[in-house]
């Protein structure tokens, strides 16, 4: 009896989810939706946008110069080789940010959703009195400049947001305006490369840039006003393919230096991905911990190494970088190893408290 009443309430929250995708699919096609004691919210115009400006990064792209080159870059630059100027312009950037204040990073036991919205209140120099709609919307997105590391089905747009599913990237694409964005013509390659060579559950370096997507709900699915984010779309490791695999059962040492090291690369194109498109504010977090089994402490290890350790590629890179970690176990040990990966090396760990009561 308990597991038949256990299996409604799964299925019934399966189709909760699946409704809130359909209305928020819906909204899509229509162009708007309406937010209570607010009125009708239009989206094309941010839709329009930010499908026309999806960039595909492939696994020999630029963001393959994540440790030579730095800084905001202009796409046209993206398969030109670098000038002797913008060399010397890239080693002034670099000494420049010698000078700036290191990213100061968060963990907190919260969603991607609750994530860029604390960022979007804590970053906004004048949220009182601005215009709803496309325009009001993209002023805030120009003062924040917040990016989101959306945790990719390699093979599906979106994973499973359409059946319910209830996992990271699952909450994003039924939440905003995603969708259009994974499934224009600039993006197909991305699922097309992993769905024809899936490299033994590695998959490849591959990600998608999706600027101008708004997020339209909380994580109850409820309307909210929408907040701008740019989001990179990019598939972890399959651990747990790799750990059935003949080599992962014979040598599972030295498959997991081979995630790690994977892991590490693709963590840092991601990182490089927003460094180049000027993104100031982050949201990341336990990425791969999840169904793709990847050690939280190697992921956790990973970020430390790339944004907080003295001389690290990512450490004045960023104003602010939120871990959003919802699974309260997952939390603590990503907290844990984070923090202690980063202990000596000056990092400045923000508290919640800190967060929410300062401003950029």
Same mark, same amino acid.
């Given at each position: 009896?308990?597991?038949?009443?256990?299996?409604?309430?799964?299925?019934?929250?399966?189709?909760?989810?699946?409704?809130?995708?359909?209305?928020?699919?819906? %909204?899509?096609?229509?162009?708007?939706?309406?937010?209570?004691?607010? +009125?009708?919210?239009?989206?094309? /115009? $941010? =839709?329009? #946008? *930010?499908?026309?400006?999806?960039?595909?990064?492939?696994?020999?792209?630029?963001?393959?110069?994540?440790?030579?080159?730095?800084?905001?870059?202009?796409?046209?630059?993206?398969?030109?080789?670098?000038?002797?100027?913008?060399?010397?312009?890239?080693?002034?950037?670099?000494?420049?940010?010698?000078?700036?204040?290191?990213?100061?990073?968060?963990?907190?036991?919260?969603?991607?959703?609750?994530?860029?919205?604390?960022?979007?209140?804590?970053?906004?120099?004048?949220?009182?009195?601005?215009?709803?709609?496309?325009?009001?919307?993209?002023?805030?997105?120009?003062?924040?400049?917040?990016?989101?590391?959306?945790? %990719?089905?390699?093979?599906?747009?979106?994973?499973?947001?359409?059946? +319910?599913?209830?996992?990271?990237? /699952? $909450? =994003?694409? #039924? *939440?905003?305006?995603?969708?259009?964005?994974?499934?224009?013509?600039?993006?197909?390659?991305?699922?097309?490369?992993?769905?024809?060579?899936?490299?033994?559950?590695?998959?490849?370096?591959?990600?998608?840039?999706?600027?101008?997507?708004?997020?339209?709900?909380?994580?109850?699915?409820?309307?909210?006003?929408?907040?701008?984010?740019?989001?990179?779309?990019?598939?972890?490791?399959?651990?747990?393919?790799?750990?059935?695999?003949?080599?992962?059962?014979?040598?599972?040492?030295?498959?997991?230096?081979?995630?790690?090291?994977?892991?590490?690369?693709?963590?840092?194109?991601?990182?490089?991905?927003?460094?180049?498109?000027?993104?100031?504010?982050?949201?990341?977090?336990?990425?791969?911990?999840?169904?793709?089994?990847?050690?939280?402490?190697?992921?956790?290890?990973?970020?430390?190494?790339?944004?907080?350790?003295?001389?690290?590629?990512?450490?004045?890179?960023?104003?602010?970088?939120?871990?959003?970690?919802?699974?309260?176990?997952?939390?603590?040990?990503?907290?844990?190893?984070?923090?202690?990966?980063?202990?000596?090396?000056?990092?400045?760990?923000?508290?919640?408290?800190?967060?929410?009561?300062?401003?950029?």
């Amino acid at each position: 009896m308990f597991k038949k009443e256990r299996n409604q309430v799964e299925n019934a929250r399966k189709q909760a989810l699946m409704d809130i995708a359909e209305t928020t699919l819906n %909204a899509i096609d229509r162009g708007s939706f309406i937010l209570e004691d607010v +009125g009708e919210i239009y989206l094309t /115009e $941010s =839709i329009t #946008r *930010s499908v026309e400006n999806t960039r595909m990064y492939g696994p020999e792209s630029v963001l393959a110069e994540w440790t030579t080159r730095s800084g905001p870059r202009n796409s046209s630059l993206s398969h030109q080789t670098s000038s002797a100027a913008e060399r010397r312009k890239e080693a002034e950037e670099r000494a420049a940010n010698l000078k700036k204040k290191e990213c100061k990073t968060i963990v907190l036991h919260t969603s991607t959703l609750a994530g860029a919205r604390l960022l979007a209140s804590t970053t906004s120099k004048d949220s009182a009195g601005k215009a709803h709609g496309p325009s009001g919307v993209e002023l805030e997105r120009e003062e924040n400049m917040i990016g989101v590391l959306s945790f %990719a089905d390699a093979k599906k747009r979106g994973g499973g947001f359409l059946n +319910g599913v209830s996992a990271q990237e /699952e $909450s =994003i694409a #039924r *939440s905003s305006t995603l969708y259009p964005s994974l499934s224009c013509p600039a993006a197909e390659s991305f699922y097309n490369l992993h769905l024809h060579d899936p490299r033994a559950g590695y998959y490849s370096h591959s990600m998608i840039y999706s600027p101008n997507v708004l997020f339209l709900r909380d994580d109850d699915g409820n309307w909210q006003k929408p907040i701008c984010v740019e989001v990179l779309t990019a598939a972890a490791v399959n651990a747990s393919v790799v750990k059935q695999s003949i080599m992962g059962r014979l040598a599972p040492k030295s498959e997991a230096a081979k995630i790690d090291k994977a892991m590490r690369e693709r963590a840092a194109r991601a990182l490089y991905a927003f460094e180049r498109h000027g993104v100031r504010h982050l949201v990341l977090g336990a990425w791969g911990c999840g169904a793709s089994q990847i050690d939280v402490k190697m992921i956790a290890g990973i970020w430390a190494d790339l944004l907080g350790k003295e001389g690290s590629r990512f450490r004045y890179c960023f104003d602010r970088v939120i871990f959003a970690i919802p699974e309260l176990e997952m939390f603590k040990a990503f907290e844990k190893a984070f923090e202690s990966r980063c202990v000596g090396d000056g990092l400045y760990v923000e508290t919640a408290s800190m967060l929410s009561s300062t401003s950029v």
